[in-house]
């Protein structure tokens, strides 16, 4: 039934490749003089610049140091959840995985009330020790790395629980027949078999670290990477410079992405059979049970701080909150002023209406190319398909600079239009930075999809309408569902791309955050930072939900 | 004139052949049974006949009109997948209904719907379950929902995906009765795809057998079964040894061939296939002998070959015993169970009450 039209799929590929192919393109064109002439200047000046080859090197490094802390805390996790029982595993297992759903700036901010020079742990700490000064500064690479670590051992931590879910029982026993202790099972057959689902986490992660932005540009100071070198030589009007720092990190990514990929290639394993994941492993002895139970309701106190702190901090009036240890005023004034003040509800009303616009586009292409990919088994179908993974793989911050390259000139002839300070580039943006979430959805539920129930529709005179709306849509729901829930949240929370395009105007949520911030309007911050932890929290109970069905 | 007929049907995928010149005429209310070894091309050929794939040569027709450039929402003809593909959003009643729906739906007929998915599900012995959700039932009823539903838009002909495939072997007996009958009080041409002989020959009434592609034979199960047409059907349908031998002249052969001990070749009668027509006296052929067709006899029979009880299948009032011969080779004997045990010394002749040995051209 491979018969999906040429038209549509021409059409489609053609939109894409305007959205995200031609953008990076123009970038590309632009860092190499463009209309004004060809020229490697600014290149050269890259080349020439130390400061930009360390800018390239701390992305690197932080990116990999992400890579290894998220391992050391993810992967051990994953085993005490999926291989042991105790009181309380589910429900912490739940827990343990939350810091995903928390948006990096969300993250950030409440890092920063945490364990800044004004949070509450550095306050506690500073009174304990009757100390002069904040005991620390939450600057620099380790600052970066606290908050990377925080957020992303939780790729780690899933994917390898879901491998350990799919491990065959019966290769442990087979192992064990054989005589391999329990070490031994572990780095000769557990470790193994889980390689492609440690790739994936490692994968994911690195690209994470190294489109990371909100860490870099709160945390960082003048310690830059790439993404906040980028915005930086951009403030300073060197734009051209800029462009050619976006080529370098967006080939980074691209080659940091292949790299692996073929890696993974390579160590592709699997029985193919699947069998029954081995039992859980009681822990007997009150000791262990205890110290496993402590364990994990320390460690969900710990991960649960964020998002309590960001809670109180909401209800601390501005400007009310100085040197005490603990904020002397709470109330809910800034919760009713969200209400009351039209300049406070502003932004969160810029968000939502731009993050359902960007989602329901996002849907709708998603959808209409994972569809048409899935229907064709020509190059058509690569090529669809590569231009819903493109702005996966290349960071946000590269979309902006390119958007903002591409749709700043008016020459409609060759598909460039004046978009920038208009309502219109922001949800644009975020239509491309949601289309790998759609549009991935949409293939994965498709590809789950048994072609023969298409079969039987159409063999029973369904057409292909019939066919999409009564088989396919309905069959899709819970997929779909789940990668709008994610792309909702991902436009919602942005910073990344808004920081770059967004007008007075059309200033969305995390804008607004960055600007109480240096107003010193704690509370404001944490009040839109809690609205945007509740919609991701409520998002990926969608997603958990699409996924177990 | 036939009901449905495929005509001269070829298909590669990816350069390599998978159906090469395949016809096939179907009588209106027949039972077809494609019957072949995985590989054989029987699944193309009826994804070929519901549409879902496009021959590269070669044409379908209904009643002499050509329906291969109809996509399959438009030939109205059933289909049961291997693995039932009903609906799992739906019910097992909206499943039923969902080939009723959109097809000239007019008022009346719309009306006339629950009465008719009500008729469906009563032909299949599983009235009353409607409103049941698909996850709910068990295989061998899923089996049944899934006939039912190609069943209820009347269709021009039933196609059966290797139907019983799905079930455990205990409720496989009884489903495929009940699948029969149901197909028979229809009384619709019917198409079926299977790799199991014995379903083939349960369900059919005709089997068509392919390899590699190609359709060998088509008849009944007494045909395929006593006159094979070629060496691939007289051995991939029931049990069967083939023998080398020298062609003597009209019905007798000379065997075992090359000779092998003192003994020499003796000399068998046999029936020509219509393959070996044509072929001359002194042409080494091959002989296909059915294990009934053979007999342990004492020593001075003058067609016996010398050979050694290898191995034995107990198989009730009988037993199939494997014989290694002297000059070389081995044939399957059928005789009463305790005939002789494995290791004992044997002499092997033809049992005239068997199917006639059949010749073959040798290098097929």
Same mark, same amino acid.
């Given at each position: 039934?491979?018969?999906?039209?040429?038209?549509?799929a021409?059409?489609?590929a053609?939109?894409?490749a305007?959205?995200v192919?031609?953008?990076?393109l123009?970038?590309?064109?632009?860092a190499?003089?463009g209309?004004?002439?060809?020229t490697?200047?600014?290149?050269g000046?890259f080349?020439?610049?130390?400061?930009?080859?360390?800018?390239?090197?701390?992305?690197?490094?932080?990116?990999?140091?992400? %890579?290894l802390?998220?391992?050391?805390?993810?992967?051990?996790?994953?085993?005490?959840f999926?291989?042991?029982?105790?009181?309380?595993r589910r429900?912490l297992? @739940?827990? %343990?995985?939350?810091p995903?759903?928390l948006?990096?700036?969300?993250g950030?901010? @409440?890092?920063l009330?945490l /364990?800044?020079e004004?949070?509450?742990?550095?306050r506690a700490?500073?009174?304990?020790?009757?100390?002069q000064?904040?005991?620390?500064?939450l *600057?620099g690479?380790?600052a970066?790395?606290?908050?990377?670590?925080?957020?992303?051992?939780? /790729?780690?931590?899933?994917?390898?629980?879901?491998g350990l879910?799919?491990?065959?029982?019966?290769l442990?026993e087979?192992?064990?027949s054989?005589?391999?202790?329990?070490?031994?099972a572990?780095?000769?057959?557990?470790?193994?078999?889980?390689?492609?689902?440690?790739a994936?986490?490692a994968l994911l992660?690195?690209?994470?670290?190294?489109?990371s932005?909100s860490?870099?540009?709160?945390?960082g +100071?003048?310690?830059?990477?790439?993404?906040?070198?980028?915005?930086?030589?951009?403030?300073?009007?060197?734009v051209?410079?800029?462009?050619?720092e976006?080529?370098?990190?967006?080939?980074l990514?691209?080659?940091?992405l292949?790299?692996?990929?073929?890696a993974?290639r390579?160590?592709s394993?699997?029985t193919?059979?699947?069998?029954i994941?081995?039992?859980?492993r009681?822990l007997?002895g009150?000791?262990?049970?205890?110290?496993?139970?402590?364990? +994990?309701w320390?460690?969900?106190?710990l991960?649960?701080l964020?998002?309590?702190v960001?809670?109180l901090v909401?209800?601390v009036p501005?400007? *009310?909150?100085?040197?005490?240890?603990?904020p002397?005023?709470?109330?809910?004034?800034?919760?009713?002023s969200?209400?009351?003040a039209s300049e406070?509800?502003?932004?969160?009303?810029?968000?939502?209406?731009?993050?359902?616009?960007?989602t329901a586009?996002?849907l709708?292409?998603g959808?209409a190319?994972?569809r048409?990919a899935?229907?064709?088994s020509?190059?058509?179908?690569?090529?669809?398909?590569?231009?819903?993974?493109i702005?996966?793989?290349v960071p946000?911050?590269?979309?902006a600079?390119a958007l903002?390259?591409?749709?700043s000139?008016n020459?409609?002839?060759?598909? =460039?239009?004046?978009?920038? +300070?208009t309502?219109v580039?922001l949800?644009l943006?975020y239509?491309?930075?949601?289309l790998p979430? *759609?549009?991935r959805?949409?293939?994965a539920?498709?590809?789950?999809?048994?072609?023969?129930?298409?079969?039987?529709?159409?063999?029973? +005179?369904a057409?292909?309408?019939?066919?999409?709306?009564?088989? %396919?849509?309905?069959?899709?729901?819970?997929?779909?569902?789940a990668?709008a829930?994610?792309?909702?949240?991902?436009?919602?929370g942005?910073?990344i791309?808004?920081i %770059?395009l967004?007008t007075f105007?059309?200033?969305?949520?995390?804008?607004?955050i960055?600007s109480n911030? =240096?107003?010193?309007d704690?509370g404001m911050a944490?009040?839109?930072g809690?609205?945007?932890?509740t919609?991701?929290?409520?998002a990926?109970?969608?997603?958990?939900?699409g996924e177990?069905? | 004139?036939s009901?449905?007929?495929?005509?001269?049907?070829?298909?590669?995928?990816?350069?390599s052949?998978?159906?090469?010149?395949v016809?096939?005429?179907?009588?209106k209310?027949?039972?077809?049974a494609? #019957?072949?070894?995985?590989?054989?091309?029987?699944?193309?050929?009826l994804r070929?006949?519901?549409?879902f794939e496009?021959?590269?040569?070669?044409?379908?027709?209904?009643?002499d009109?050509d329906v291969?450039?109809?996509p399959p929402?438009?030939?109205h003809f059933?289909?049961?997948?291997q693995?039932?593909?009903l609906?799992p959003? #739906?019910?097992v009643?909206?499943?039923?209904?969902?080939?009723l729906?959109g097809?000239?739906?007019?008022?009346?007929?719309?009306?006339?719907?629950?009465?008719?998915?009500?008729?469906?599900?009563?032909l299949v012995?599983?009235?009353?379950f409607?409103d049941?959700?698909?996850g709910e039932?068990?295989?061998?009823?899923?089996?049944r929902?899934?006939l039912?539903?190609?069943?209820?838009?009347?269709p021009?002909v039933?196609?059966? $995906?290797?139907?019983?495939?799905?079930l455990?072997p205990? #409720?496989?007996?009884r489903?495929?009765?009940?699948?029969?009958?149901a197909?028979q009080?229809?009384?619709i041409?019917?198409?079926?795809?299977?790799?199991?002989?014995?379903?083939?020959?349960?369900?059919g009434d005709?089997?068509? !057998?392919?390899?590699?592609?190609?359709?060998?034979? !088509?008849?009944?199960?007494? $045909?395929l079964?006593e006159?094979?047409?070629?060496r691939?059907?007289?051995t991939?349908?029931?049990?069967?040894?083939v023998?080398p031998?020298?062609?003597e002249g009209?019905?007798?052969?000379?065997?075992?061939?090359?000779?092998?001990?003192?003994?020499g070749?003796?000399?068998?009668?046999?029936?020509?296939?219509p393959?070996a027509?044509?072929m001359k006296?002194?042409? &080494?052929?091959? #002989?296909?002998?059915?294990?009934?067709s053979?007999?342990?006899?004492?020593?001075?029979?003058?067609q016996?070959?010398?050979?050694? !009880?290898?191995?034995r299948?107990?198989a009730?009032p009988v037993?199939?015993?494997?014989?290694?011969?002297?000059?070389?080779? &081995?044939?399957?004997v059928?005789?009463?169970?305790?005939?002789?045990?494995?290791?004992?010394?044997v002499?092997?002749?033809?049992?005239p009450?068997?199917?006639?040995?059949r010749?073959f051209?040798?290098n097929?």
């Amino acid at each position: 039934m491979k018969r999906a039209p040429l038209l549509p799929a021409l059409a489609l590929a053609a939109l894409l490749a305007w959205l995200v192919g031609y953008p990076l393109l123009m970038t590309l064109l632009e860092a190499l003089g463009g209309a004004k002439g060809w020229t490697l200047h600014w290149f050269g000046e890259f080349i020439h610049r130390p400061d930009e080859w360390l800018a390239l090197w701390r992305s690197l490094w932080i990116s990999a140091a992400s %890579v290894l802390l998220a391992a050391l805390i993810g992967i051990p996790l994953a085993f005490l959840f999926e291989r042991t029982e105790f009181p309380g595993r589910r429900v912490l297992g @739940a827990i %343990v995985a939350l810091p995903v759903a928390l948006p990096p700036l969300v993250g950030v901010i @409440a890092f920063l009330f945490l /364990y800044g020079e004004s949070g509450f742990v550095s306050r506690a700490v500073q009174a304990l020790l009757r100390l002069q000064d904040p005991p620390w500064r939450l *600057t620099g690479p380790l600052a970066i790395l606290l908050v990377h670590a925080y957020s992303m051992y939780v /790729y780690f931590y899933l994917f390898t629980r879901a491998g350990l879910a799919r491990l065959d029982a019966a290769l442990l026993e087979a192992a064990a027949s054989l005589g391999a202790g329990r070490w031994r099972a572990l780095f000769r057959v557990t470790l193994p078999l889980l390689r492609p689902a440690l790739a994936g986490a490692a994968l994911l992660t690195f690209m994470t670290a190294l489109a990371s932005f909100s860490a870099p540009y709160l945390f960082g +100071g003048g310690f830059r990477v790439m993404t906040t070198q980028i915005i930086a030589s951009k403030l300073n009007g060197e734009v051209a410079l800029a462009q050619v720092e976006t080529v370098m990190l967006a080939g980074l990514a691209l080659l940091a992405l292949g790299a692996m990929r073929r890696a993974d290639r390579m160590v592709s394993v699997g029985t193919g059979v699947r069998g029954i994941a081995p039992a859980r492993r009681e822990l007997r002895g009150p000791l262990a049970r205890g110290a496993a139970g402590l364990f +994990g309701w320390l460690l969900a106190i710990l991960l649960l701080l964020p998002h309590a702190v960001l809670l109180l901090v909401s209800l601390v009036p501005a400007f *009310t909150w100085t040197s005490e240890p603990f904020p002397p005023v709470l109330n809910l004034g800034n919760w009713k002023s969200l209400v009351t003040a039209s300049e406070h509800l502003r932004p969160l009303v810029n968000s939502l209406w731009m993050a359902l616009v960007a989602t329901a586009l996002a849907l709708a292409i998603g959808f209409a190319a994972a569809r048409l990919a899935s229907l064709r088994s020509d190059r058509m179908r690569g090529v669809l398909e590569g231009m819903i993974a493109i702005p996966w793989a290349v960071p946000g911050t590269v979309f902006a600079i390119a958007l903002a390259a591409t749709f700043s000139v008016n020459q409609p002839w060759i598909g =460039r239009f004046v978009l920038i +300070g208009t309502p219109v580039i922001l949800p644009l943006a975020y239509v491309v930075r949601d289309l790998p979430l *759609t549009g991935r959805a949409a293939l994965a539920g498709l590809r789950q999809l048994d072609p023969a129930l298409e079969e039987a529709a159409a063999s029973l +005179g369904a057409g292909r309408w019939r066919r999409l709306t009564r088989v %396919v849509l309905p069959l899709l729901r819970p997929a779909l569902a789940a990668g709008a829930g994610l792309a909702f949240i991902t436009a919602l929370g942005d910073f990344i791309v808004s920081i %770059v395009l967004y007008t007075f105007d059309t200033r969305p949520i995390s804008i607004e955050i960055l600007s109480n911030l =240096r107003l010193q309007d704690l509370g404001m911050a944490a009040v839109y930072g809690v609205l945007l932890m509740t919609a991701s929290a409520a998002a990926f109970l969608l997603w958990g939900q699409g996924e177990a069905r | 004139m036939s009901f449905l007929t495929l005509d001269r049907l070829d298909k590669s995928f990816g350069g390599s052949p998978v159906l090469r010149g395949v016809s096939l005429a179907v009588e209106k209310g027949e039972i077809i049974a494609l #019957l072949g070894p995985s590989g054989s091309g029987k699944t193309t050929a009826l994804r070929m006949i519901a549409g879902f794939e496009t021959p590269d040569r070669g044409r379908i027709l209904i009643e002499d009109a050509d329906v291969t450039p109809l996509p399959p929402e438009r030939r109205h003809f059933g289909m049961v997948f291997q693995h039932y593909a009903l609906f799992p959003h #739906l019910t097992v009643g909206e499943n039923v209904a969902f080939g009723l729906a959109g097809r000239s739906a007019g008022k009346e007929e719309t009306k006339r719907r629950p009465q008719r998915v009500a008729e469906a599900l009563a032909l299949v012995d599983l009235p009353g379950f409607a409103d049941r959700r698909v996850g709910e039932i068990s295989g061998g009823q899923q089996q049944r929902v899934a006939l039912a539903r190609a069943l209820a838009p009347e269709p021009r002909v039933l196609l059966l $995906d290797e139907p019983l495939s799905n079930l455990d072997p205990t #409720l496989r007996e009884r489903t495929r009765r009940e699948l029969k009958s149901a197909i028979q009080r229809v009384g619709i041409t019917t198409v079926l795809v299977t790799h199991e002989q014995e379903e083939a020959f349960q369900l059919g009434d005709r089997v068509a !057998v392919l390899q590699d592609g190609v359709l060998h034979q !088509v008849g009944s199960a007494e $045909d395929l079964y006593e006159r094979p047409a070629t060496r691939f059907v007289a051995t991939f349908v029931g049990r069967a040894s083939v023998l080398p031998c020298v062609l003597e002249g009209d019905g007798a052969v000379w065997v075992p061939y090359p000779p092998g001990d003192a003994a020499g070749p003796v000399r068998w009668s046999a029936v020509r296939s219509p393959e070996a027509e044509g072929m001359k006296p002194g042409e &080494e052929a091959a #002989l296909v002998v059915r294990p009934e067709s053979l007999a342990f006899v004492a020593a001075g029979n003058p067609q016996a070959l010398a050979g050694r !009880v290898i191995e034995r299948r107990y198989a009730g009032p009988v037993t199939y015993y494997q014989v290694a011969l002297a000059p070389g080779g &081995e044939v399957e004997v059928l005789a009463p169970s305790g005939a002789a045990t494995v290791g004992d010394a044997v002499r092997v002749a033809p049992e005239p009450r068997g199917p006639a040995p059949r010749i073959f051209r040798r290098n097929r």
